[in-house]
């Protein structure tokens, strides 16, 4: 659905939604980190160990399907935590929403 470059520092951002935000969620991906490289992202799921190759080659015969030949318009990259219950998309989001905490003020002092 879309190739990203790595060091871009909105590649997470779309037509739709123009935040400067990466395409790793808040926290790393689980069991395996953060993108920081060249990334393709694909529809549905990938089968195996988190961080095996795989193989992408073309298709033996030509898809007609209406739903492999519409084009593929992505509005929104989901890029809250995969851990817990995710609710901020970026680190800023949750800090306008949460405020000034103690960890915060003990930072700054």
């Known amino acids: ?3 990203g470059r790595g060091d871009d520092a909105g590649n997470a951002s779309t037509e739709f939604d123009v935040s400067k935000k990466t395409i790793t969620p808040m926290g790393g991906f689980v069991r395996y980190g953060e993108i920081n490289n060249d ?4 529809k549905g799921s990938v089968p195996g160990v988190k961080k095996r190759v795989v193989t992408l ?3 033996m015969f030509v898809h007609t399907s209406r739903r492999s030949t519409e084009k593929v318009e992505l509005k929104w990259i ?3 935590s995969k851990f817990g219950h995710g609710a ?17 003020l003990e930072r700054s002092a």
């Open 1 to 3: 659905y879309r190739i």
């Open 39 to 42: 990334y393709i992202m694909l």
């Open 57 to 59: 080659r073309k298709s």
């Open 78 to 80: 989901d890029t809250s």
């Open 88 to 104: 901020y998309q970026t680190p800023a989001e949750k800090k306008q929403f949460m405020g000034t905490l103690k960890k915060d």
